[in-house]
């Protein structure tokens, strides 16, 4: 079974991994981006009959990284949405789309063709995207993710204290650092709701770090699927072959 290099650089660290034509994952490493490099090279090395690397990059510079696979021949692609894709962008302005987000959709895509699916991953950024029945990428929304929401609170205001972000129920508040919990889980957890309930999806999947912590606290089914940007990379790598 081929195997190819498959690299997601986010906007505080970075994976990489190796993923095969089924879709499974291994040897998953998070690395910082200024190792992003040097690790990337050492992944190359101990995997030398891989058929090539993908990278999704919406947090750093690829210059020297590029320079690097072509000076050692490996064939690669830098996501964009100039990418020959397994799904259509129906975006306004697909230059500002992140590779992630083009990732993620191919990925569900591939996973539930021909339903109305929604994603929703829980980063640094909370996103919300929709990909139809006939895989169009139709667009979503953007909002701060569940630690952001606690450091705004905190920056942002004279006397609310730091939240780390909690793994609890959250109801109403009875103290201040109860109040900031619940309001941003529920705020959330409501948030999500209201997308499902408004555009009644057919799918909706949650991927990202916080996505199994959300998804128990639905109303309605989610599928958690973690990998869910590595399997798009790979599956837009096997399209552009």
Same mark, same amino acid.
């Given at each position: 079974?081929?195997?190819?290099?498959?690299?997601?650089?986010?906007?505080?660290?970075?994976?990489?991994?190796?993923?095969?034509?089924?879709?499974?994952?291994?040897?998953?490493?998070?690395?910082?981006?200024?190792?992003?490099?040097?690790?990337?090279?050492?992944?190359?090395?101990?995997?030398?009959?891989?058929?090539?690397?993908?990278?999704?990059?919406?947090?750093?510079?690829?210059?020297?990284?590029?320079?690097?696979?072509?000076?050692?021949?490996?064939?690669?692609?830098?996501?964009?949405?100039?990418?020959?894709?397994?799904?259509?962008?129906?975006?306004?302005?697909?230059?500002?789309?992140?590779?992630?987000?083009?990732?993620?959709?191919?990925?569900?895509?591939?996973?539930?063709?021909?339903?109305?699916?929604?994603?929703?991953?829980?980063?640094? =950024? !909370? $996103?919300?995207?929709? +990909?139809?029945?006939?895989?169009?990428?139709?667009? /979503?929304? *953007? @909002?701060?993710?569940?630690?952001?929401?606690?450091?705004?609170?905190?920056?942002?205001?004279?006397?609310?204290?730091?939240?780390?972000?909690?793994?609890?129920?959250?109801?109403?508040?009875?103290?201040?650092?109860? =109040? !900031? $919990?619940?309001?941003? +889980?529920?705020?959330?957890?409501?948030?999500?709701? /209201?997308? *499902? @309930?408004?555009?009644?999806?057919?799918?909706?999947?949650?991927?990202?770090?916080?996505?199994?912590?959300?998804?128990?606290?639905?109303?309605?089914?989610?599928?958690?699927?973690?990998?869910?940007?590595?399997?798009?990379? !790979?599956?837009?790598?096997?399209?552009?072959?």
């Amino acid at each position: 079974m081929e195997q190819t290099i498959v690299v997601d650089i986010g906007n505080t660290f970075g994976k990489i991994a190796v993923a095969f034509d089924d879709g499974t994952v291994e040897s998953v490493s998070r690395v910082s981006h200024s190792q992003m490099e040097s690790s990337l090279l050492q992944t190359i090395l101990r995997h030398s009959n891989a058929n090539g690397v993908i990278i999704s990059c919406v947090g750093m510079e690829l210059s020297s990284i590029e320079r690097m696979l072509q000076s050692r021949g490996v064939r690669y692609i830098i996501l964009s949405h100039h990418t020959k894709l397994p799904i259509s962008i129906c975006y306004n302005t697909p230059d500002t789309l992140g590779a992630d987000r083009i990732a993620t959709a191919a990925g569900a895509f591939s996973l539930f063709p021909g339903e109305f699916i929604m994603v929703v991953d829980f980063g640094t =950024a !909370i $996103t919300i995207d929709f +990909i139809t029945c006939e895989g169009e990428f139709l667009g /979503g929304n *953007i @909002s701060l993710g569940m630690r952001r929401r606690f450091e705004s609170l905190h920056t942002m205001t004279h006397k609310l204290p730091m939240i780390e972000p909690p793994y609890l129920e959250a109801s109403i508040g009875k103290n201040t650092r109860e =109040a !900031i $919990t619940s309001g941003v +889980i529920l705020g959330i957890i409501f948030e999500i709701e /209201g997308y *499902i @309930s408004r555009f009644r999806p057919e799918k909706v999947i949650f991927t990202g770090g916080d996505a199994l912590f959300f998804a128990k606290r639905m109303k309605s089914p989610i599928f958690v699927i973690y990998n869910l940007l590595f399997r798009g990379l !790979i599956k837009i790598s096997l399209f552009n072959e």
